[in-house]
Nanobody, 121 residues
Framework: QVQLVESGGGSVQAGGSLRLSCAAS?????MGWFRQAPGKEREGVAG???????AYADSVKGRFTISRDNAKNTLYLQMNGLKPEDTAMYYC??????????????????WGQGTQVTVSS
């Protein structure tokens, strides 16, 4: 059964760092991180394609880094300089498209259960 399991969320003060991990049951072409805050729509945070090219939402550029270890079937999101507005449930996603990192949730068809990130001021 296809499965994505996130970990690494938690509570941190503004300016702090967290590293999210997503353990996958297989290797997927495209993978990404999304987040959803209460009362808001889910938004793409970072995406990575099959050859490691990356894309980021403007709100996290320069602060977040997405990476993948295909040997371990694991996706990562290093989050530095966290801000209170980064508070959300973070989801890992996988999709079938090999080329071009994607931030559109409709281009992903496999989702994890989410991990909560809370940043206090």
């Amino acid at each position: 059964q296809v499965q994505l399991v996130e970990s690494g969320g938690g509570s941190v003060q503004a300016g702090g760092s967290l590293r999210l991990s997503c353990a996958a049951s297989g290797t997927y072409n495209s993978m990404g991180w999304f987040r959803q805050a209460p009362g808001k729509e889910r938004e793409g945070v970072a995406g990575i394609d099959s050859i490691g090219r990356t894309a980021y939402a403007d709100s996290v550029k320069g602060r977040f880094t997405i990476s993948r270890d295909n040997a371990k079937n694991t996706l990562y999101l290093q989050m530095n300089g966290l801000k209170p507005e980064d508070t959300a449930m973070y989801y890992c996603a996988a999709g079938p498209y090999a080329w071009i990192p994607r931030l559109n949730q409709y281009e992903y068809n496999i989702w994890g259960q989410g991990t909560q990130v809370t940043v206090s001021s």
